[in-house]
């Protein structure tokens, strides 16, 4: 840092809020309603009923629960091409299932890719306010999938294709869901928005990703694949609809075992 | 090879890591960041009663969606990223016409309270001076700016050059 960056750096951190805006904040603290932490959470144990109601599922999407036993069994290699795995219950959003059938219906699937980096497009989850996407990347093969292999910035926007003045803002997330067993170098992600703005329904929207690296939130960051890549998809509304799906004895639901 | 049982243990262990945030705490955390909360608000807007407002309304989202907040170590940058949203959402219900800048000057003057280069930081074109702001004020990591505003790291660090350059040169301009 130079002489003038650090005359810069002293002058700025000299300004001080004033005291009106100090007593202002005091207030607003102190009107902040207590809060039980567990609430939502005790809510969403007390409120599990044999057949529920889903807030935002497809109609048409195909959705298989695996309910997790307290010692969750590690799922099979390519489960993902034998069973396509509900976005909402990775989210650990309020489901319950019963007994009875699912519509399967494929999205159209996109591809991007370079000779380095294929990125998959599975499927993809939208309602008002929230976007789920499920990716599948394929890496080469000196690259093994770990959760700390991320991208150096990803974006959802609107339009067909990445528009920096077009961005959806919100909080986002993206994870690493699974890596293919036998084929670390393949991987699902979930990346999501909670966004801060009612999302249009059925316009184009467009996921950009850019380098993927390990480690990307810190300093020493490395590069693995440079790169670009665009994903767009028309952000349909999931249709609630009531869907029971049969299940087995040995299934739990959240802690509690199936009963039917 | 991960599992999906490891990825599953470690996303419950974070929820239930800011799921057990309490009004308490959630206070600490804010009184150790309201400078900076008001330094990227009034930088934004330009007037104390604005930046008041911004903040408190920042403060209130934040409580009402902590569940959004993905680990307490991302706390600082996830509460700029919700005051600066603020901020940025009540200057475009000013609603400025063509030309209202000057009105807007005269009805929320700025008040001259703090020194020259303040002054000159609040006259950079808005995409540098946030980065300025927000990388002298407070020493963020360009990595937790470029999530704050929504830019790669690349432009992080241009824009950081770029607001430098015009600085150098506007306070030389002065003297």
Known sequence: MDKFEKELKKQI?????????????????AELPERNPYEKEQKRVRGKKPVVKYAAIAAGVVIVFFLFLQTAQVANAGFLEDLKKTLLGFFHMEKQVASGEYGVESKEEKVKSRPELSIELKE???DKHSIYVLIHITAPTDISFDPQIGFDYFAFCKGESYNSDALIGGAKDLSLLQVQQDKSNEATF????SADETIEEDAPVTL??????????Q????????GMWSLTFPASYTVSKDVTIEGSADMMVGRYPFKR | MVSYHNVWEGRKHAIGERLSMKKSEFCDYINQYRSILYTVAYTILANEADTEDAVASAIQKGYEHLEQLKSKQKFKPWIITITKNEALQMKQKRMLLPGDEQVEAMLHPVVDRHDEL????QKLPEQYRLVIVLFYYDDLPMRD???????????VKSRLKRGRDLLKAMLGNKR
């Open chain 1, 190 to 193: 979930v990346v999501s928005i």
């Open chain 2, 145 to 155: 700016i470029s999530k704050i505003l929504d830019i790669s790291l690349g432009t």
């Open chain 1, 124 to 126: 993809e989850i939208v």
């Open chain 1, 13 to 29: 951190k000299n300004i001080t809020p004033p005291e009106q805006f100090q007593t202002r904040v005091d207030a607003v603290l």
């Open chain 2, 118 to 121: 303040w002054d000159v930081v």
């Open chain 1, 208 to 217: 950009y990703l850019k380098d993927m690296m390990r480690d990307p939130y």
């Open chain 1, 219 to 226: 300093e020493d960051a490395e590069m693995l694949v440079e």
